[in-house]
């Protein structure tokens, strides 16, 4: 099975940026969606971003405007630039596919603070 490794995440002040990388282990072609999705203490794990192998892209509201999530199957990657980062946005971070047939076992994940 391919493996998913998630990295980039840290502690940034609000209105910062970060950029998360996830690296798969093989291919990830016969994942038409690839997601990038969050979970915060307490709460259900959430998509927040997807992409398709036509590079459309779909957001959650919360995000939209400020997040963009790109890959690049040649390299077996998905990345999350993120911009404008709110508190809110202070979650683990995982990437995946989108659908639950397609699902590829969850990495650990990369934490996201943001604060002050």
């Known amino acids: 099975q391919v493996q998913l490794v998630e990295s980039g995440g840290g502690l940034v002040q609000p209105g910062g940026s970060l950029r998360l990388s996830c690296a798969a282990s093989?291919?990830?072609?016969?994942?038409?969606?690839m997601g990038w999705y969050r979970q915060a203490p307490g709460k259900e794990r959430e998509l927040v971003a997807s992409?398709?192998?036509?590079?459309?892209?779909n957001y959650a509201d919360s995000v939209k405007g400020r997040f963009a999530i790109s890959r690049d199957n040649s390299k077996n990657t998905v990345t999350l630039q993120m911009n404008s980062l709110k508190p809110e946005d202070t979650a683990v971070y995982y990437c995946?596919?989108?659908?639950?047939?397609?699902?590829?076992?969850w990495g650990q994940g990369t934490q996201v603070t943001v604060s002050s």
């Open positions: 995946n596919a989108v659908g639950r047939g397609d699902f590829l076992a």
């Open positions: 093989g291919s990830i072609f016969s994942r038409d969606i």
């Open positions: 992409v398709t192998n036509f590079g459309n892209t």
